[in-house]
């Protein structure tokens, strides 16, 4: 079996391949694969990569034939930078650690999280005064980071951490895609030092604090660190320090980005949308009132839910990458063994056959009988199958009760002369720089 019968995408350079295409716009050229076929090859120099874009092909190699495929390079090139966690383990291993770590993720866990997610949100809209100028990507990737680690650690041991991961994360999340593509013989250039040194410290700064936190008895503990060193599997047996590092790296990466991204995004487009944005605002009010937002307040609020879910729609995670276990069929073309799979989230999200007009913000996408006319594998922002991201409630959570908490005392506007936010290429497709002014809004 071989690749020849899987069409190439257009703009093949010899011995290049398709890399000056991607090179030129990335992002356009997922977004233009849709068009020239389900399943596709690009050559990535003289690497062989097979793009789906399709609902249908992404389900079989998500779900219906998950087991054909395993993490490929992608996630090997990551796994020496961010260690061995959900995202990157495959296996018994995995199954074991999810399984661990699911009940951290359930709804009374969640309930507590809220509260810490609620205090924050108001203090961050707090901070804010009328009439002053945000710069939203900053301001959302800082509240992000600290939120979460609010939730990771407790905070009397936690702080050297939160310390690290406010300085370093940002480092390594602005590198970390480009450094995982790079060839081996190019991981000592100088420009990925400042990468290096952020990864090794935030690891280091980590480890010592599993080291203090066991030390103290995590028992009874609730905060995210305490409970991975507590949990037990049903022979008795727990985590490794070094397993609890790599899960608490990934909910760091896997839980930041994600959430800043989709904040700013969203503020950003209620600003060009006043109508979605005072049907929100009635919302809240009916659900909420002035009091603070609850866990219990999140299934009220469906507006939100509609605007977060086109936002992720929109502007969420860009690819996947797997890699064949044998020989498998996926839209009808055969793929051999040992094959790099990307799946292009962004091209599926932004297929014209499933969302008309698909460049356009608009939130009644999600509205119930429209969902209903799209397949059920249509959206798949956090994965799907048994690698679906473990922490998607919680990331939603978070999001809810952050708009909810904002919207109701601020109208954010961008700043006037300046220009759009882009798209950057990253994990995330988060936006370049959003610098909007705040005006408190008349209640009552």
């Known amino acids: 079996m071989s690749l020849e019968s899987i069409p190439r995408a257009k703009g093949r350079i010899p011995g290049l391949g398709h890399v000056p295409r991607l090179m030129r716009a990335p992002l356009g050229v997922l977004r233009s694969l849709h068009a020239e076929g389900p399943v596709l090859r690009l050559d990535i120099g003289t690497m062989p990569v097979v793009t789906v874009t399709s609902a249908e092909a992404v389900n079989e190699v998500m779900v219906k034939k998950a087991r054909s495929f395993r993490k490929g390079r992608l996630f090997e090139r990551v796994r020496p930078l961010v260690g061995n966690g959900l995202a990157n ?46 710069h939203v990507d900053q301001a959302m990737g800082t509240y992000a980071i600290e939120t979460l680690a609010a939730t990771l650690f407790s905070t009397d041991i936690g702080a050297p951490a939160v310390r690290s991961v406010r300085e370093d994360l940002p480092v390594i999340l602005n590198s970390m895609l480009l450094r995982a593509l790079a060839p081996k013989a190019l991981d000592r250039l100088p420009i990925w030092r400042a990468f290096d040194r952020s990864a090794a410290r935030m690891r280091s700064v980590i480890d010592d604090v599993i080291a203090a936190t066991r030390a103290s008895d995590p028992e009874g503990r609730t905060d995210l660190l305490s409970l991975l060193l507590s949990a037990r599997d049903e022979t008795g047996a727990g985590l490794t320090d070094e397993e609890v590092r790599d899960e608490l790296t990934t909910m760091l990466f896997a839980g930041t980005e994600t959430t800043a991204s989709t904040l700013a995004w969203a503020l950003y487009h209620l600003s060009q949308r006043p109508d979605v944005e005072a049907a929100l605002l009635t919302e809240i009010d009916e659900a909420i009132g002035d009091r603070p937002v609850t866990f219990a307040d999140v299934p009220r609020l469906p507006g939100i839910s509609r605007v977060l879910d086109e936002v992720i729609r929109l502007h969420g995670v860009v690819s996947l990458m797997r890699r064949t276990n044998e020989s498998v069929t996926v839209g009808g073309y055969d793929i051999p063994a040992e094959t790099e799979v990307l799946i292009s989230l962004y091209a599926l999200h932004r297929h014209p056959g499933l969302y008309p007009d698909p460049d356009r913000f608009d939130p009644d996408r999600w509205l119930p009988e429209r969902v209903a006319e799209r397949p059920r594998e249509h959206v798949v922002p956090f994965g799907a199958g048994n690698r679906k991201c473990i922490g998607d409630r919680f990331s939603w959570l978070e999001a809810t009760i952050t708009l909810a908490t904002v919207l109701r005392q601020w109208q954010l506007s961008p700043v006037p002369g300046s220009k759009a936010p882009r798209e950057a290429t990253a994990a995330m497709a988060h936006p370049t720089k959003v610098p909007m002014v705040v005006r408190r809004r008349a209640r009552g």
């Open 89 to 134: 383990s495959d296996g018994p291993g995995h199954m074991r650690n999810r399984r661990l770590i699911q009940p951290m993720f359930y709804k009374e866990r969640l309930e507590g999280y809220a509260h810490v997610m609620s205090k924050r949100a108001q203090a961050l809209s707090d901070s804010w005064s009328d009439g002053q100028v945000v």
